[in-house]
């Protein structure tokens, strides 16, 4: 008797590796001890949500005794808390946002979701730039998508624009970039922006169903040295930012985000109503009422962003001193160096041993490298350095 569809067991079946991975990493917690592992793995922000989100919460809660409080709403979200967030986005993205541009959304991965019910016949492609996020391929098949992944260029990741150009065909719906990227934490310029819009602009012409642009951006709020994360919305009129609070106010678990439809976009509305009526029969019906509410209270604060940079500084250091090879990370909190040996799975598993947690390339399309994340304090990043020195020793 099968229990399962053959997608969804043949997902658990291909992501077994991953699986094993990760419990080993229970093991090897339960063996040693928790502080003596260090678990790079999760990208699972542990800085502490702002103070303004306790006092928010405790508000909230005065509140519990009056009807609807916490009753539906419609599905784009409350009203006035969309309001809010068109003040905040458009400051963010240097374009005038109004409220009904957006959709209030279960994270970015509800907003990618609700995007891709809208717009996906089955078999259309969307094209995003590898190493990705690995959720991507998932949401594109829920909706008979198929995602279609570009190299860039090695080692600093740049994007490979004439292998974007020559993968558009006229299946292509969907071109999707992550900036600051997980797991490379590269950052696009705007000349990249430029160019990529550029190439897509081309391609549309003369199309019955364009081509959209999305950028989906939770770590936008998380770059460093100063590099500035242009927006998309100002270069291309077909284009949808989606983001959450997740990464910026510590909210992973409470499911907030969005989605923004270029306010120039023609015929945005269809766009808009597709998005919200996706919002509702996806079941997620509307992004958590205490979640908006929170939001409505705690835009316009984030968490420490020093706690990030002393972080990645930190890694910097362990990682030269340990002679890896890896491009400075511009944003976000991953580091993606290079394996030593060549052999991504194989040179995790020696880490391990090493009692270091990291994650195979493999996983984000990406063999040959490995991802670190600094979600956790300096003192277990420092304490690392032996580690990776043996394990890169090994592969000499
Ligand atoms: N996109 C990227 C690149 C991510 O790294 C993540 C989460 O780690 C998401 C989307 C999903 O985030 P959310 O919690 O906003 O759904």
């Known amino acids: 008797m099968k229990l399962l569809s053959s997608q969804v067991d043949g997902y658990i079946e291909s992501s077994s590796w991953i699986r094993k991975m990760f419990e080993a990493g229970i093991e090897l917690k339960k063996k040693y001890g928790e502080e003596n592992v260090c678990d790079f793995s999760l990208g699972n922000p542990d800085v502490p949500a702002p103070a303004v989100v306790g006092e928010a919460l405790r508000e909230i809660a005065e509140t519990a005794d009056q009807p609807f409080s916490f009753g539906y709403m419609p599905n784009f979200g409350y009203p006035d808390v969309r309001e809010k967030l068109a003040v905040k986005v458009s400051e963010e993205q240097g374009v005038k946002v109004e409220g009904a541009d957006l959709v209030i959304t279960c994270g970015a991965a509800g907003a990618i979701n609700a995007l891709y019910r809208t717009v996906l016949e089955p078999g259309e492609e969307i094209i995003c ?11 594109a098949q829920n909706y008979g998508g198929v995602l279609k ?65 999305v950028a989906d951006e939770p770590y936008r709020f998380l770059a460093f040295d100063d590099v500035e994360v242009p927006s998309i919305l100002p270069h291309y009129e077909y284009s949808v930012v989606v983001s959450s609070f997740s990464k910026n106010l510590s909210l992973a678990g409470e499911r907030i985000g969005y989605a923004l439809i270029n306010p120039d976009m023609p015929r945005k509305a269809e766009l808009i109503a597709g998005l919200v009526l996706a919002n509702r029969i996806l079941g997620f019906v509307n992004a958590p009422a205490v979640g908006q509410k929170l939001l409505a209270r705690a835009l316009g604060s984030g968490v420490d962003k020093n706690i990030y940079l002393e972080r990645r500084n930190a890694m910097a250091e362990v990682l030269d001193n340990a002679g890896y090879n890896y491009t400075m990370p511009k944003g976000a909190f991953y580091f993606f160096p290079e394996a030593p040996g060549g052999d991504d799975v194989k040179f995790c598993a020696a880490l391990q041993e090493e009692r270091i947690l990291a994650v195979p390339g493999s996983g984000f399309g990406a063999p040959g490298y490995f991802r670190l994340t600094f979600c956790v304090g300096t003192d277990v990043i420092k304490r690392s350095e032996e580690g990776f020195k043996k394990a890169r020793a090994r592969f000499k």
């Open 129 to 139: 730039p590898a190493p990705y996020f690995v959720e991507y391929g998932f949401y």
């Open 149 to 213: 992944t570009v190299p860039s260029k090695p080692l600093t990741f740049e994007m490979n624009f004439k292998g974007i150009d020559e993968a558009i065909n006229e299946n292509t719906r969907v071109i999707l970039i992550n900036s600051p990227n997980n797991p490379t934490g590269a950052v696009y310029s705007e000349e990249d922006i430029k160019k990529l819009a550029g190439i897509i602009r081309k391609h549309n012409e003369g199309r019955e169903r364009p081509i959209f642009l």
